[in-house]
């Protein structure tokens, strides 16, 4: 697991989120130091991160770590820019992997938020059960992940 950077330690609301958030992803996504190919063929590299990806390029375990700590920060802000309603670190720290893996957009269009927004949070979370397929095809690390985010959202 990556250690809890100073970005996440300046972080502002939702901080203990991610520091949740950073163990959570860690482990769903591996680390890899190489820009490689994920499962939908997206350039991918350290912990499941797309923007800025190279081909050929190498990132140190610390460049990594760091990487994945700003982002999630962003990620929380993408969060805190749909869903306005106190969390519970263990919910927002879900919601904030789940936007992490499928984008800010998406998530901000998806069931998980609309339900979320009308006071349905055993639906809210239910509904991040559908986010496991990749083209239209079921992935059983997706469909792990979202079970183990769907837990921490009802937390």
Known sequence: MPPVSDNVKRGAKGAGAIAIALALVAAAEGLVTSTYPDVGGVPT???????GAEWGKTYTKEQCDEKLAARLVEFNEGVNSCVTADLPDTRRAALVSLAYNIGVPAFCRSTVVRKLKAGD?????DAMLM???????????????RQKERSLCLA
């Not at 949070?121 to 979370?125: D, E, F, N």
């Not at 986010?131 to 992940?145: E, F, M, P, Q």
Request: net charge positive.
């Open 131 to 145: 986010w496991n397929k990749v083209n239209g095809v079921v992935w059983r690390g997706l469909t792990n992940r």
């Open 121 to 125: 949070v055993q639906g809210g979370c």
């Open 45 to 51: 590299y350290c912990y499941g991160e797309t923007k």
